[in-house]
T-cell receptor
């Protein structure tokens, strides 16, 4: 079946601009996660949605970052007034959340954001 | 802060077993250990996870020490396609009750040599 998809695969923008990154989770997955991966580092947690609500947004670095999931499926990560330090690969993952012991996140290919 | 430490790189001969170690000395009793790998320019791929007992699936085996302070991922017969960065992850409780999140470290870059 289809995995997690993310669009665009690459985004180049200028400092100060606004960007939106989209994530389509695996059909039926109620949990959705956003991570950010800087060069040479492991992914860093940003935010977790259970259904439509953000259950944990403790990883968002500042108020320029915002994410929504209005219908409990597709999610959009929004970054305002982009800075060069926002350049990274943004990863999305989803999971079924049927049982805590078996819960597994499945990742998309990521969106590479470059802020010039 | 990362809860795991891994060697930055390892080499393994094709066809041999690859044993990737991970230290997680501050792990709590209900925190699971997960292993993922990431091939260049792709998203992380799930391999295996466990809590206390050793686990095995079609991809790998996971050996967790009795005190749970360390674990080893074993790829029984490494192939060139197994060349990737391998992440040992602790799944911790999130900021809201009932939520969880992965804490990644910097991973081990495994190179399988022909």
């Amino acid at each position: 079946g289809a995995g997690v998809s993310q669009t665009p695969s690459n985004k180049v923008t200028e400092k100060g601009k606004y960007v939106e990154l989209r994530c389509d989770p695996i059909s039926g997955h109620t949990a959705l996660y956003w991570y950010r991966q800087s060069l040479g580092q492991g992914p860093e947690f940003l935010i977790y949605f259970q259904g439509t609500g953000a259950a944990d947004d403790s990883g968002l670095p500042n108020d320029r970052f915002f994410a929504v999931r209005p219908e409990g499926s597709v999610s959009t990560l929004k970054i305002q007034r982009t800075e060069r330090g926002d350049s990274a690969v943004y990863l999305c993952a989803s999971s079924l959340r049927l049982a805590i012991s078996t819960d597994t996140q499945y990742f998309g290919p990521g969106t590479r954001l470059t802020v010039l | 802060d990362a809860k795991t430490t891994q060697p930055p790189s390892m080499d393994c001969a094709e066809g041999r077993a690859a044993n990737l170690p991970c230290n997680h000395s501050t792990i709590s009793g209900n925190e699971y250990v997960y292993w993922y790998r990431q091939i260049h320019s792709q998203g992380p791929q799930y391999i295996i996870h466990g809590l206390k007992n050793n686990e095995t699936n079609e991809m790998a085996s996971l050996i967790i020490t009795e005190d749970r302070k360390s674990s080893t991922l074993i790829l029984p017969h490494a192939t060139l396609r197994d060349t990737a960065v391998y992440y040992c992850i602790v799944r911790v409780a999130g900021s809201t009750s009932g939520t969880y999140k992965y804490i990644f470290g910097t991973g081990t870059r495994l190179k399988v040599l022909a």
